[in-house]
């Protein structure tokens, strides 16, 4: 064999077992992971203030915690939940990433004013960097009690001895209870500064007798201004009759083509509390009774059809009524007891009245 391919021949075998022929290679062990960040152990926070179902005289409390331990230490944040439900479903208002305080509680002021007359849930919980450390145990609290009467919403709920509208007639407000009618011309008078053409009127009311002194007496009314009710163009009486006959006539400017619900006979029991809600608009009016409060039973429930719109001017509502042509006995439900009176343009919004122990 010539040299040139003996040489050639011997570069192809050294090559060849330089690449290892005919043996397993070393399998190649990875770099070990670099170390992640150190975890932190947070503890709940413990409510300090305000006490569990206290009742406030603010809308804008402030809620303080003692403050949560971490292990290992580090500057913390709370986060703060208020809701009108137990479940926290309904959070009214938060906050995020509020600075730990230095003397071992931490507080945060509501940042808007909540809605009056209610009962509120809270919890906060502690953060640390991206830990987040368990909720608080809710508890409860009370924002303060007290009516208005806006441009499309009045409420008034009666129980603090102060109401927004007129007392006449003998009404006597009733320190954690509500308003009192004592006779059949007593009444509360509301002077709406514009008038509600589809809205809602509800209230609760206890005291009531089936065979309560009277005739076609009246829970609650409205009207424009002050001219005889039998004859007003804008007329809504909710009526608690003699015998217990719960019935409606609502009136939209047009006496002729007016609604007039169901007349039906309710057993009332003076001991008990009822929820009444009269809604109208788009032509149609409702009224619904419940026996036992915003929850009990369904005692009544009728509609009425009616044309026209619901304009009156002045627009006048009243809790009872004034009498009218027929005389006294066509005014207010001797006895009754009423509070939480909503009437707006909107529907009664979840846990109004709710701080009011009198439900």
Request: proline share 7%.
């Amino acid at each position: 064999m010539p040299l040139q391919q003996i040489l050639a021949l011997s570069l192809v075998v050294v090559a060849f077992s330089a690449m290892g022929c005919g043996s397993k290679s070393n399998p190649v062990t990875p770099p070990p992971p670099a170390p992640g960040p150190v975890g932190v152990t947070l503890t709940a926070s413990a409510h300090f203030a305000p006490a569990d179902d206290a009742q406030l005289t603010t809308l804008q409390p402030e809620l303080t915690v003692l403050n949560a331990t971490s292990s290992p230490a580090g500057a913390k944040t709370y986060e703060f939940e208020v809701s009108s439900t137990a479940d926290f479903t309904a959070i009214a208002v938060s906050a995020d990433n509020v600075a730990e305080g230095a003397s071992g509680r931490t507080a945060w002021t509501v940042s808007r004013p909540l809605q009056a007359t209610t009962r509120f849930w809270w919890r906060a919980r502690a953060k640390q960097g991206s830990s987040i450390g368990p909720w608080s145990a809710p508890t409860r609290f009370r924002s303060r009690i007290e009516g208005y009467n806006r441009a499309g919403e009045l409420f008034d709920p009666l129980t603090n001895g102060a109401t927004v509208g007129t007392l006449i007639g003998g009404a006597t407000l009733l320190q954690g209870q509500g308003v009192r009618l004592n006779s059949l011309e007593s009444r509360v008078t509301y002077t709406l500064p514009q008038h509600i053409s589809e809205g809602e009127f509800s209230l609760l009311a206890t005291g009531l007798n089936s065979d309560s002194a009277g005739d076609s007496t009246k829970l609650f009314s409205m009207q424009q201004g002050s001219s005889d009710m039998t004859t007003n163009p804008y007329r809504a009486t909710i009526e608690k009759r003699d015998k217990g006959t719960v019935t409606f006539r609502f009136i939209a400017g047009d006496v002729n083509a007016r609604a007039d619900s169901l007349r039906q006979d309710v057993q009332f029991n003076p001991s008990l509390t009822y929820f009444w809600k009269f809604t109208w608009g788009n032509g149609v009016g409702l009224l619904l009774v419940l026996e036992g409060g915003e929850n009990g039973r369904v005692v009544y429930n009728q509609a009425g059809t009616y044309s026209g719109t619901y304009r009156p001017n002045p627009h006048i509502a009243h809790l009872g009524a004034p009498p009218g042509r027929a005389g006294i006995d066509t005014a207010s439900v001797p006895g009754a007891v009423i509070w939480n009176v909503w009437l707006s343009s909107k529907p009664r919004p979840s846990g109004l009245g709710s701080a009011i122990d009198t439900q």
